[in-house]
């Protein structure tokens, strides 16, 4: 830490965030960049196989953060020191703000429900303050602006095509009117037009920070410019640790990020190009999900991932139901969902009936699990269990993508619109090895 702030650096109590190359350190004295005594720092992991070993990812980190950072500054930690190829990174030290995940699983979504409008309403505010940017973000980055963002949207689709074929592969293959769907669907995403704007690659629940109405966005190692209805999927299809997610439409999300890029973006305010949009993604990201098939065939029956492709594959044919649209895709992918509860009798599980938020494990699986112990333990947060998961073992699929998913809307038809209403809505034992290079270690004080 002492050779990327160029001054010299005493640590005296650090704790590791655990299982994330991530630290909080508490230092002996003020940082001469910030005047911080409490910093987190994060470092590129050296574990082989890791896909988070490239030093390329603290790099995207920091310019994406001091990208939003000039724009919306409340919205995203300060970066305090480090990046490039420094293999470090330091940052503003966000606490006592909290996972938007911890707080879900400690009082259960109806106690969390403002936190859940304010990162909805937070990712708007990403999106309407990184509109129009991209050529300012990569310069910033150091890339060329045209191939970086081919590159950024190109993966915001990923591999979904290798998931139609692992569905053909199962003997179910995807009609020709489904798929001139899909090819419109994709079509869309990847030309985003005046909907592109900047992701941190991963909004889900655990990279929101939140403190009351304060909350804070983190993780930006994969960030990049898409379209953005691929961010606002994540609402709908639940991600790697939920089964359910709820109805963003009931609850408020959908309206609160609507409302915050109404002025900049005003085509989410139409309902039909919203609720396609973001039907569309989510059935994209369930496709990606279907990658792993011939995985899920090989574990164990009861094995959480099965359950979690069921759930995904259904979300995605439930939202398109309720929008009205692609009713060729909704009919295959309902196929393929059911087809899988037969190969698979341990998925027999009436997802309708569970409460929003039911997590995929009655505990999170292996270093997740010591992670969320940890944090508790430091935190001196009780636990209390509100959050009924579902009974299915498994150590997950900690290395899938994060989730996106599907809309869902209340009325099809005859109801008012979001445009009608649009004007009345107003991240600690890594470091200690690592022997920065001229910082002493302190013993902790207490």
Known sequence: M??????????????????????????????????????????????????????????TERAALEHVGAR?????????????DS?????????????????????????????????????????????GSASSYYERLGADATAGLATDIAASVGDFGLGVERVRAVGVPMSTAAQHELTAIVDTLLDPG???????????????????????????????????????ASMYIPGPMWLTVGDPDADGRAH??????????????????FGEGVT??????????????????????GESGRLH??????????????????????????TVAALRRRRWPDTDVDLAALSPFTARWRQPPGHCARASHRFRQHHQIAVVPTVRPVEVSGAGDEDEPGGTGLAERRAVG?????????????????????GTAGGDLLPDPK
């Open 72 to 84: 919306a500054p409340q919205l995203v930690p300060r970066v305090l020191a480090g990046g490039g």
């Open 194 to 232: 005046a909907l592109l704007a900047l992701s941190n690659g991963d909004p889900e629940t655990n990279n929101y920070l939140a403190d009351g109405p304060d909350g804070r966005l983190i993780d930006f190692e994969s960030a990049g410019f898409q379209h953005v209805f691929v961010d606002v």
């Open 309 to 334: 492709r069921v759930a995904t594959t259904e979300a995605a044919a439930d939202g398109a139901d309720r929008f009205a649209c692609l009713p060729h895709l909704t009919s295959w992918t309902r």
């Open 2 to 59: 002492s050779a990327v702030t160029d001054t010299r650096v005493r640590v005296v109590h650090a704790v590791q965030l655990q299982p994330w190359s991530v630290m909080r350190c508490r230092l002996a004295d003020p940082l001469t960049v910030g005047g911080a005594t409490s910093v987190i720092v994060k470092w590129v992991r050296t574990e082989p196989g890791n896909e988070r070993t490239q030093p390329g990812r603290l790099r």
């Open 256 to 273: 609160a990020y609507r409302a915050a890029v109404a002025a900049v973006m005003p085509a989410v305010t139409d309902d039909r190009i």
């Open 87 to 131: 293999g470090l990174l330091v940052l503003e030290d966000l606490a006592p703000r909290e996972p938007l995940r911890e707080l879900l699983l400690r009082v259960g979504p109806v106690l969390a429900e403002p936190q859940m409008i304010d990162v909805a309403r937070a990712l708007g505010r990403l999106h309407a303050a990184t509109v």
């Open 414 to 434: 005859g109801e008012r619109g979001f445009a009608d209403d649009v004007d009345a809505i107003d991240a600690e034992d890594r470091l200690l090895a690592l």
């Open 280 to 301: 569309g993604a989510g059935f994209v990201e369930a496709l990606r999900r279907l990658v792993k098939l011939p995985t899920m065939d090989a574990r164990d029956p």
